[in-house]
């Protein structure tokens, strides 16, 4: 059970020292490790059965490891293609399927691309099939968060401002908020606790402090270039001021789900653990 106002972190699917590599060994690793979170990378594909994923929920409640889930990259909410918004919102079912039926108790994706359209025509088209996919898990009574995703490049749609829109006009949807991708889509000037904070208070204004108990949050270091996002990198080689984003995240009381999506998982995993913890104590010290 998630502890109101504290954030569980972890690693983005299987930390890379398990051994035998698989989701059952990474729960009881990230156990032993000290991390008490893992996001399901269904990113190229959703390869889970129901009944493996029935055994990572008992091993999750086992050992205490919540989980969230990737849903696969290709997602295009904005394609001229109707067969492709079909086989999109499919992915996105399936990944929440899975992860239902893991535990999980939120799915993010990358919502679409905006190509040459309008991006308020492109707001209204992902606002609308991510309305049917809404009905689709209601109706099927997969009971799981759609948390579409901050993205690092200017030419995907997901703007911190678009997916907070999207969860006021969409009730029960919040925005992942990946804090690397802010800073890369900015080409590096979202970069201050000031910045941090004032994402935290817009998600806490539009949506409520509920938002900030339950959220879905991605970090880690991140290279970009003129059009944003290139590829993540480890906290010790990035300018992202990750230390400033774990500040805000201890002020705003943020609670629910940090993934470590550094290419060293478990080390910068729980490099940001540490840090967290030791902000954290601070901060209940200043309380006192």
């Known amino acids: 059970m998630m502890v109101m106002g504290k954030l569980r972190i972890g690693t983005a699917g299987i930390p890379t020292s398990t051994k035998p590599r698989s989701s059952q060994n990474a729960i009881k690793h990230l156990a032993e490790l000290g991390l008490r979170h893992m996001e ?21 409640e086992e050992h205490d490891i919540s989980l969230t889930v990737h849903a696969p990259y290709y997602v295009n909410l904005n394609s001229a293609e109707p067969e492709k918004i079909v086989a999109s919102k499919e992915r996105i079912i399936q990944a929440a399927q899975v992860g239902a039926w893991a535990g999980a108790k939120s799915v993010t994706f990358h919502p679409a691309y905006y190509h040459e359209d309008d991006p308020e025509e492109v707001y209204t088209r992902v606002r609308d099939q991510m309305a049917d996919m809404l009905e689709t898990l209601e109706r099927e009574g997969i009971n799981i968060r759609l948390s579409p995703e901050t993205t690092g490049g200017l030419s995907q749609f997901g703007t911190l401002e678009e ?12 925005p992942c908020v990946d804090f690397a991708h802010l800073f890369a889509r900015s080409i590096g000037e979202f970069n201050s606790y000031e910045h941090f904070a004032g994402a935290l208070q817009l998600i806490q204004d539009q949506l409520g402090t509920q938002a900030l108990r339950e959220q879905h949050i991605h970090l880690s270091g991140i290279e970009y270039g003129p059009k944003g996002e290139r590829n993540h990198l480890p906290l010790a080689e990035t300018e992202l001021d ?12 943020v609670g629910g789900w940090l993934t470590c999506e550094s290419p ?4 910068d995993a729980l490099i ?15 309380n006192i």
């Open 242 to 253: 990750y230390q400033a984003v774990l500040q805000a995240l201890v002020d705003f009381n």
């Open 163 to 174: 997916l907070v829109r999207l969860g006021v006009d969409l009730p029960g949807v919040y």
């Open 40 to 60: 399901l990378e269904f990113v190229r594909g959703v390869r889970m059965s129901e009944a493996t994923a029935l055994e990572l929920r008992k091993l999750t």
């Open 264 to 267: 060293i998982l478990e080390e």
């Open 272 to 286: 940001l653990q540490d840090l967290y913890e030791q902000l954290d104590k601070e901060n209940m010290g200043g």
